[in-house]
């Protein structure tokens, strides 16, 4: 078992690195590997209107 916290419904809490270097908190399903957390990560901060 993930020594990993594990959030409400099978999510998971991942540190990751937005594009500008900035750190910050995601939920992402329980088991989705670090490098798929850092490009959902980018695909939000890309998306957002306040960059």
Not at 15 to 25: A, K, W
Request: hydrophobic share 40%; no cysteine; glycine share 8%.
């Amino acid at each position: 078992m993930s020594d990993e916290p594990l959030g409400p419904l099978g999510t998971a809490m991942r540190e990751v690195t937005f594009p500008d270097q900035s750190r910050g908190i995601i939920l992402v399903k329980a088991g989705t590997p670090q490098d798929e957390a850092e490009a959902m990560a980018a695909r939000v901060w890309a998306e957002s209107p306040k960059r």
